[in-house]
């Protein structure tokens, strides 16, 4: 179900859907009223929503899609402009999977929509992991790597920075890996979001040379913000929750070998 206050819109990410994710049934929604009237009809696999509706907003829409009967778990994704604002500032509720932000272009859509609906492993992929629980790290590596995944797992930022340190100038562009995982609170002297700072600045990767998810368990709104301001592309929320974690992972992996995109226009 696409819903979207725009017909050019919800036609754009229809017709990206029905070329990218075979055998795609698109069902768009022009209001609240539309999303009421096709969920008394029967259950749907996957929602994407505007941030802004005519009668609403896309939070709405996700509580409306939760209330039905058999959409509890149903990803459901806010595509907006203006996604990665509303994340800083946490406006999103609990009810909204996931976001997508339309600077992103078409091509990533259908790759972000193809990790909800059919998840495919890239082999390969090599992810440095640092978390200094071991439990935790055993858990999460087995997740990654039931993907296919490399994963080396450090314990700390500065055993992270290390290895980062090694692969600095190299003439093929490796940078040593591609994703970084890591946890906000590290034993050592430097935390995840030290970690994070000193890639986005001494390093000078940008999102796509090196993608960052930050796996943390602290819900204070201004910390989790501070985190995406700072140039973590996304954030894992623990306990940490396999399918969203892969989903996340893998988008970020396919996003990393787009080519820059022509973004949705508003």
């Known amino acids: 179900m696409v819903v979207d206050g725009s017909r050019m819109v919800r036609k754009l990410i229809g017709d990206t859907l029905k070329r990218d994710v075979p055998n795609a049934e698109v069902i768009g929604c022009a209001n609240l009223a539309e999303v009421r009237a096709v969920l008394a009809k029967g259950a749907v696999d996957l929602v994407t929503t505007a941030l802004l509706l005519p ?10 899609v939760r209330e ?26 609990e009810d909204v999977t996931d976001y997508f932000d339309k600077s992103l272009g078409h091509g990533a859509l ?9 998840p495919a492993p890239i082999e390969g992929a090599r992810v440095l992991y640092v978390e200094d629980s071991r439990v935790v790290a055993t858990a999460t590596k087995r997740m990654l790597e039931r993907q296919a995944m490399q994963v080396l797992h450090v314990i700390s930022a500065e055993d992270a920075l290390e290895h980062l340190h090694k692969y600095i100038g190299r003439s093929d562009g490796d940078v040593g890996c591609d994703l970084l995982l890591t946890d906000v609170y590290l034993k050592g002297v430097l935390s995840g979001h030290d970690l994070l700072s000193q890639v986005r600045g001494a390093f000078g990767y940008g999102k796509r040379r090196l993608p960052v998810l930050v796996m943390t368990g602290d819900d204070n709104r201004d910390n989790q913000a501070s985190l995406l301001r700072e140039g973590a592309n996304d954030l894992v929320l623990k ?28």
């Not at 259908?110 to 059919?118: D, M, N």
């Open 68 to 93: 039905a009967g058999g959409q509890a778990y149903v990803p459901i994704i806010v595509v907006s402009g203006n996604a990665q604002e509303a994340l800083e500032t946490r406006t999103f509720t």
């Open 239 to 266: 306990p940490i929750e396999e399918r969203l974690l892969v989903t996340k992972a893998l988008f970020q992996l396919r996003l990393a070998k787009l080519p820059e995109p022509g973004s949705f226009n508003r």
């Open 110 to 118: 259908a790759t972000f929509i193809r990790g909800y609906v059919q």
């Open 55 to 64: 009668d609403g907003d896309g939070m709405a829409v996700a509580r409306v």
